[in-house]
């Protein structure tokens, strides 16, 4: 029996972590300068940079009480691309299957670019969830 290649044990060891809950857990597979980008037109889409603002973003997944199960992953180089069904349970209304492409630098993500399966899906349901912050709130922060 074969061993994985190790950035697919890396990522395989992400989701075991991301499956606990325990977001600040999540820190220690992340480059400091990590690039996570959300595809679609919503409120949590865009790219992250840096721990705290990819953090950030796993703590508002971590309110809708989202969960992933790899599918599928593979290694090619400093690359690995997984599949994985991905879900809300609280409110429950988006399950899909997303793709990730993760970049690995040394040991660490230090990039991941989200693909869905349904775009349209993911924006309405966050859209529906994640309203943006007000004009004062957003004024204060700018």
């Given amino acids: 029996m074969s ?6 044990e890396l990522i395989r060891a992400y989701y075991e972590a991301y499956a ?18 959300i595809p679609g037109r919503h409120p949590l889409s865009g790219t992250k ?15 809708a009480g989202f969960r992933a199960e790899p599918l599928f992953l593979a290694a ?20 899909i299957t997303w793709a ?20 349209n899906a993911a924006d309405t349901y966050f859209w529906d969830n994640y309203p943006p912050a007000d004009v004062r709130t957003r004024l204060k922060h700018a």
């Fill in 20 to 37: 606990s809950g325990d977001v600040p857990a999540l820190k220690a597979f992340f480059a400091d300068d990590v690039r996570w980008t």
């Fill in 76 to 95: 090619d180089g400093d690359w690995v691309v997984d599949l994985h069904r991905g879900w809300s349970t609280n409110p429950e209304g988006l399950d």
């Fill in 3 to 8: 061993q994985d290649h190790p950035n697919v």
């Fill in 100 to 119: 990730l492409a993760f970049r690995i630098e040394d040991g660490r993500i230090a990039e991941a670019v989200n693909f869905a399966q349904d775009q």
């Fill in 49 to 63: 940079v840096g721990v705290d603002e990819v953090l950030e973003f796993f703590g508002q997944l971590a309110k």
